[in-house]
């Protein structure tokens, strides 16, 4: 009796999560140009998109931001992690309070601060600007699942790699780096995510002429997106739901 | 070892990148356009729209926080207690949604709500009488709870699955029953849980100006669009910083609240 009322309270606020996610799918697939009506089913909006130049240029510049913006957010967290080690407490928490700041801070406040810096300074809004503001919003993900990992390190292995003959760079590589992957690929695993889906701050610091998927949807809006977008977004959802099933599933046969 | 001074890049990133721009944010909200020192910035917030927009996001923000925890907290102990909150299990289903873009996720619940949507045709097949909520004040506070009801279960889940077993066995042992073991045990260790849960709900659905925008139809107007229309529309970058200079009141105060929490749970 318990373990049904738990299921079904799952399965409502599972169809509460993903009954968007079916629609859009669904709307993909949809021959009427418009949302609100089922035309018939057709699979054309999947060939026109890689004839559209815009939304090709957009998902190029949302991968390559993502991309970027994860990999070096990823480089300055895990050394600030690794510089936290070493640190008297009191340093350590303030650089944790900063870190914090991004990941409390309302999008809009982080967008609009980002995007007054950038007009005070005469910097023009473009792609460098939109990479900058990520890396920003990124790191602080990457140091919050990288840090943990640290704290759990054996300090005594990195000492014993350096007294037979390691380099500090060579045990940092060779025995600290591979304790801690699994931090170093969850943050990055986040800091892509949140890169990819991010709207708000994006929309301060773009220029313009330079759109990702996110801003281009919202100028769409208005004037009723594009079934391509769907399309798209359909490619996107189900290959990360495979390649996230095929990662997941693998380790738990292993463990049988 | 100078190994600290490896966080230099760090430290110089994010005195760059978030600690100047929200001093330009402050600089900007107490001037006015000719670079005077003014408070008329931040005393805007009084004017009859402003504070009309700044009530309304405090009560929609508030009604949709209290509903994500009312929602999420049997949630979060359904993946506790069942072990399928072990590992991936969580992230998959919370974290995947993330991936089809949440500006589309969101306008999805336009087709889903709209007079002739999919819910209605739902009820009318039922024959229950339709629902008319898309463009009011409800489908932003169910947009709302969409987007950020992880923000909710996630953190509760990570303090409940914290406790251990033991602890609530003994409370049984020693006769307590379901409610109490409830109320006494588990509810005041997760409490860390639930304020930071909490908060990562309330600001962003506070400082929303997307989620009104595409559920609210153009007539709802939270503070959040007030502030961005200031600064990508009329461009007074002056008075939008100066109402951001408001709502960093209530993050402030929410930042203080989770340090609190934070440091008496270390």
Redesign the interface.
């Known amino acids: 009796m318990k373990k049904c009322l738990q299921r079904t309270y799952m399965g409502i606020i599972f169809i509460f999560l993903y009954a968007p996610i079916i629609t859009l799918i669904v709307l993909s697939f949809n021959k009427s140009k418009t949302r609100a009506k089922w035309g018939g089913f057709t699979t054309k909006w999947y060939i026109d998109l890689f004839k559209n130049r815009a939304i090709m240029q957009a998902l190029y510049n949302t991968l390559a931001i993502a991309l970027l913006s994860a990999a070096i957010a990823t480089v300055i967290g895990t050394i600030a992690c690794l510089a936290m080690t070493r640190m008297k407490k009191r340093d350590r928490a303030i650089l944790m309070g900063i870190t914090n700041i991004p990941m409390l801070n309302a999008d809009i406040v982080t967008g609009i601060s980002i995007m007054l810096l950038f007009i005070s300074f005469g910097i023009k809004f473009g792609f460098g600007t939109i990479l900058i503001a990520h890396i920003t919003f990124n790191i602080p993900y990457v140091i919050l699942s990288v840090n943990p990992r640290f704290k759990q390190l054996n300090h005594s292995i990195y000492e014993a790699a350096v007294d037979l003959g390691c380099t500090p760079v060579q045990a940092f590589f060779r025995v600290v780096v591979p304790d801690i992957m699994p931090g170093i690929l969850s943050g990055f695993f986040m800091a892509f995510t949140m890169s990819l889906d991010d709207f708000v701050i994006t929309h301060f610091t773009k220029g313009p002429g330079v759109d990702t998927l996110s801003t281009k949807i919202y100028t769409e809006v208005k004037k009723g997106i594009k079934p391509e977008m769907y399309a798209l977004s359909t490619i996107i959802f189900v290959s990360v739901f495979i390649i996230l099933l095929a990662v997941n599933l693998k380790p738990e046969k292993k463990e049988k | 070892?100078s190994?600290?001074?490896?966080?230099?890049?760090?430290?110089l990133?994010?005195l760059?990148?978030?600690?100047?721009?929200?001093g330009?944010?402050v600089y900007?909200g107490l001037t006015d356009s000719n670079g005077a020192v003014t408070l008329s910035n931040i005393l805007a917030i009084s004017s009859p729209e402003h504070r009309k927009a700044l009530y309304l996001a405090i009560g929609l923000s508030l009604i949709s926080t209290v509903l994500c925890l009312l929602?999420g907290y049997?949630?979060a102990m359904?993946l506790a207690s069942?072990g399928m909150g072990k590992?991936?299990?969580v992230v998959?289903?919370?974290?995947?949604?993330?991936?089809?873009?949440?500006?589309?996720?969101?306008?999805?619940?336009?087709?889903?709500l709209?007079k002739?949507?999919?819910i209605n045709n739902l009820l009318g097949v039922l024959g229950l009488p339709p629902i008319s909520i898309i463009n009011t004040g409800g489908a932003i506070i169910l947009g709302m709870i969409?987007n950020f009801?992880p923000f909710m279960v996630l953190p509760i889940h990570t303090s409940l699955s914290k406790i251990d077993v033991n602890v609530v066995n003994a409370a049984r042992d020693l006769g307590a029953n379901g409610f109490q073991v409830f109320f006494r045990v588990i509810l005041p260790l997760s409490i860390p849980g639930v304020i930071s849960g909490i908060?990562?709900v309330f600001?962003?659905a506070?400082?929303?100006?997307?989620i009104s925008?595409?559920l609210g139809g153009s007539k709802i107007l939270l503070i959040?669009n007030v502030?961005?229309q200031e600064?990508?529309q009329t461009g007074n970058?002056n008075l939008?910083?100066g109402l951001?200079m408001v709502?960093?009141i209530f993050?402030l105060v929410?930042?203080i609240t989770?340090?609190i929490t934070d440091k008496e749970e270390a």
Do not use: C, D, H
Request: proline share 6%; charged share 5%; aromatic share 18%.
């Open positions: 070892m190994r600290k001074y490896l966080a230099a890049p760090y430290l990133w994010a760059a990148f978030v600690l100047i721009p929200l330009m944010i900007y929602m049997p949630l359904i069942t590992g991936a299990f998959l289903v919370f974290i995947l949604p993330m991936w089809m873009n949440f500006l589309l996720r969101t306008m999805a619940w336009q087709t889903l709209e002739n949507g999919v969409y009801l908060t990562m600001i962003p506070l400082t929303t100006f997307v925008n595409l959040g502030i961005e600064f990508t970058w939008g910083s951001s709502l960093m993050i929410s930042m989770t340090f």
